[in-house]
């Protein structure tokens, strides 16, 4: 994907790393988010390797 509005990157947060490649996720990947007793957990499409992922 490219990098197809500006101001993103400056609102983006990370939400984690991909478990699988390693790669920083960010909130926009993010495609469910729930919280398990405290935790937070997340589902995200990993920018890298398209996998969706739990990102930690
Ligand atoms: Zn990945």
Redesign the pocket.
Known sequence: MMDDEGDRLAARRSVGD?P????T?DETAVIIEYEVSDRKTAYAE??????V?SPR
């Open positions: 991909c699988r490649c390693g790669a996720i990993c920018p890298a390797c398209e996998d992922v």
